[in-house]
């Protein structure tokens, strides 16, 4: 133990990210940047140790002891893997592991920051959100819930559209009575389950089939560039396993189909078949409208040449 806290009132400072404290004495806490820089209040680091609990090395691993022990401004360092930060009180806020970075569909994601907007729902009682590889929809993000009551996962959704970029949502949602554990207390992060149906899938709970004909193309170019039997007009794109190639597979068959030049951050920016419907059809009233307009331009300047205009 290298940091203490004292809990005056528990029912009214605790929250989904306790502090763990300050630095005991003789002890230094450093939230370090990549390029090992100090960081300011709030802003997220690593954490380093510093100070006479620090150990001289690991037992016979070289390699790891040069990994994770530094000299800085020569003081020596021991490289934690936390990420925290400094509260405006001096405390420091724990806020998961560095190693917990993965990359989703060309997008570097911090899982530690899906936790914590997942754990600081009133209806969640502890989350974990992991990279699942699957053969039929490659790297997806998918959160596993212990729920302290019924959480309606379309509910959860919702909040986390507020909280996070669309990147960061998961694409399927797990409850669990428990989280797994290994013996020394860890998460067993390879002991969670994968989602077997489509009520764990971060798409909506009940399949809303096409009503235009629009929709209805729509649904079939997503159901065949994505490899699935069927998509719902409200569900995600990218929650059925989209990513940017495929992205940019769809965008070519809608300038194939409808003949409209939709740049790929259309889909991103409106990633369910209602709302891509709507994109559409609004391009297609534009370029009516500029067609309208050169025509009459056209018009127009062919009479004021006319020789009678000229007179």
């Given at each position: 133990?290298?940091?203490?806290?004292?809990?005056?009132?528990?029912?009214?400072?605790?929250?989904?990210?306790?502090?763990?404290?300050?630095?005991?004495?003789?002890?230094?806490?450093?939230?370090?940047?990549?390029?090992?820089?100090?960081?300011?209040?709030?802003?997220?680091?690593?954490?380093?140790?510093?100070?006479?609990?620090?150990?001289?090395?690991?037992?016979?691993?070289p390699?790891?002891?040069?990994?994770?022990?530094?000299?800085?401004?020569g003081?020596?360092?021991?490289?934690?893997?936390?990420?925290?930060?400094y509260?405006?009180?001096?405390?420091?806020?724990?806020?998961?592991?560095?190693?917990?970075?993965?990359?989703?569909?060309?997008?570097?994601?911090?899982?530690?920051?899906?936790?914590?907007?997942?754990?600081a729902?009133?209806?969640?009682?502890?989350?974990?959100?992991?990279?699942r590889?699957?053969?039929?929809?490659?790297?997806?993000l998918?959160?596993?819930?212990?729920?302290k009551q019924?959480?309606?996962?379309?509910?959860?959704?919702?909040?986390?559209?507020?909280?996070?970029?669309?990147?960061?949502?998961?694409s399927?949602?797990?409850?669990?009575?428990?989280?797994?554990?290994?013996?020394?207390?860890?998460?067993?992060?390879?002991?969670?389950?994968?989602?077997?149906?489509?009520?764990?899938?971060?798409?909506?709970?009940?399949?809303?089939?096409?009503?235009?004909?629009?929709?209805?193309?729509?649904?079939?170019?997503?159901?065949?560039?994505?490899g699935?039997?069927?998509?719902?007009?409200?569900?995600?794109?990218?929650?059925?396993?989209?990513?940017?190639?495929?992205?940019?597979?769809?965008?070519?068959?809608?300038?194939?189909?409808?003949?409209?030049e939709?740049?790929?951050?259309?889909?991103?920016?409106?990633?369910t078949?209602?709302?891509?419907?709507?994109?559409?059809?609004?391009y297609?009233?534009?370029?009516?409208?500029?067609?309208?307009?050169?025509?009459?331009?056209?018009?127009?300047?062919?009479?004021?040449?006319s020789?009678?205009?000229?007179?």
């Open positions: 133990m290298v940091t203490s806290f004292t809990l005056k009132d528990v029912a009214s400072s605790w929250s989904p990210l306790p502090s763990i404290g300050r630095a005991i004495a003789n002890t230094q806490i450093y939230i370090l940047d990549r390029h090992l820089q100090p960081l300011p209040i709030g802003v997220p680091g690593e954490l380093y140790i510093g100070g006479v609990a620090i150990a001289r090395s690991y037992i016979n691993s390699e790891l002891t040069a990994e994770k022990f530094i000299v800085k401004d003081n020596r360092l021991y490289k934690t893997g936390d990420r925290a930060r509260l405006a009180d001096g405390n420091i806020e724990f806020l998961g592991r560095i190693d917990n970075q993965v990359k989703v569909r060309g997008f570097r994601i911090e899982l530690g920051e899906i936790e914590t907007v997942l754990a729902h009133p209806q969640v009682k502890e989350a974990v959100v992991i990279a590889v699957d053969q039929s929809e490659g790297k997806r998918v959160a596993y819930i212990v729920p019924h959480l309606d996962t379309s509910e959860l959704l919702c909040y986390l559209k507020q909280k996070l970029p669309e990147y960061m949502l998961p399927a949602f797990v409850k669990l009575l428990d989280v797994p554990l290994t013996p020394s207390g860890k998460i067993e992060r390879r002991a969670l389950p994968a989602p077997l149906s489509r009520e764990t899938r971060n798409i909506s709970t009940d399949l809303i089939p096409p009503r235009t004909a629009t929709e209805e193309v729509l649904t079939a170019i997503w159901s065949d560039v994505l699935l039997e069927k998509v719902g007009i409200h569900d995600n794109f990218f929650a059925l396993g989209g990513h940017s190639l495929s992205a940019m597979q769809v965008i070519a068959r809608l300038r194939e189909t409808f003949k409209v939709l740049p790929i951050s259309c889909l991103f920016d409106y990633p078949v209602v709302e891509l419907d709507r994109q559409i059809s609004e297609r009233q534009k370029e009516a409208g500029e067609q309208g307009s050169r025509g009459a331009g056209e018009r127009g300047s062919g009479e004021n040449s020789p009678s205009a000229l007179l």
